[in-house]
């Protein structure tokens, strides 16, 4: 009997882990072209962004892909032109940046890199200019958000 209530439980919870739709949305005029999609959970009587979601330009080519955790952005969220080059990238915990952080010029080179903790900045921002594995040009220490030089 106890097992039987177990796999019960397990049921109940896959069913709501599963409970998930996927919206499409299409551009406008095209019907052809998804311009995004997102997976979403129904949460307290509406629906919240939840799992991976991608945002296209209209090439096809990826504009954002990420992941939300019940509405918030969470886990490594990227950006990309329309060419394909990588623009940004980061993490998220629960909407909160929390990792590295980068950002690129449009030929693809490293533009900066620095650390968020809790959403704050932390350690060493560096700055590069748009040389194919450049040396930072600028480098700028931070503890919990407060610039030290």
């Known amino acids: 009997?106890?097992?039987?209530?177990?796999?019960?439980?397990v049921f109940l919870f896959s069913l709501d882990i599963f409970a998930q739709d996927t919206l499409i949305v299409f551009f406008p005029n095209t019907p052809d072209h998804i311009q995004s999609w997102h997976l979403v959970k129904?949460?307290?009587g509406s629906k919240l962004y939840h799992g991976d979601f991608t945002i296209f330009y209209k090439n096809g080519k990826a504009q954002e892909i990420g992941s939300y955790s019940l509405g918030e952005l969470h886990g490594n969220y990227n950006t990309f032109a329309e060419n394909g080059t990588p623009v940004l990238s980061c993490r998220y915990t629960n909407g909160i940046l929390n990792g590295e952080y980068k950002t690129y010029y449009k030929s693809g080179n490293l533009k900066e890199r620095k650390l968020y903790i809790n959403?704050?900045?932390?350690?060493?921002?560096r700055y590069y200019e748009d040389v194919k594995n450049s040396k930072p040009t600028q480098v700028v220490n931070y503890k919990m958000g407060v610039k030290l030089n």
């Not at 009997?1 to 439980?9: C, D, E, G, H, S």
């Open 1 to 9: 009997m106890q097992k039987l209530f177990f796999l019960l439980i």
């Open 42 to 44: 129904p949460y307290n």
């Open 119 to 125: 959403g704050n900045i932390q350690g060493e921002y």
